[in-house]
């Protein structure tokens, strides 16, 4: 997640990042466990929302230096 965040936080809703985290998630990992059985699983996340409204990260002012 803070991948995506660093990469699209300044242009994408955060929906859309989390769209993306999903994506991710979905097709670049897979588990490496000590026991054979359980590695090369895959893992799906959930998004969940109540939004009503687009919520995005605009970058931090700089405040005046005198």
Request: with cysteine.
């Amino acid at each position: 997640m803070t991948n995506c965040l660093q990469r699209y936080g300044r242009s994408l809703d955060l929906m859309s990042i989390l769209t993306r985290v999903n994506h991710e998630v979905a097709y670049e990992f897979e588990s490496m466990a000590s026991n054979p059985e359980y590695s090369g699983k895959k893992q799906v996340s959930s998004i969940v929302s109540t939004l009503t409204k687009d919520v995005f990260f605009p970058p931090k002012k700089n405040p005046a230096r005198p």
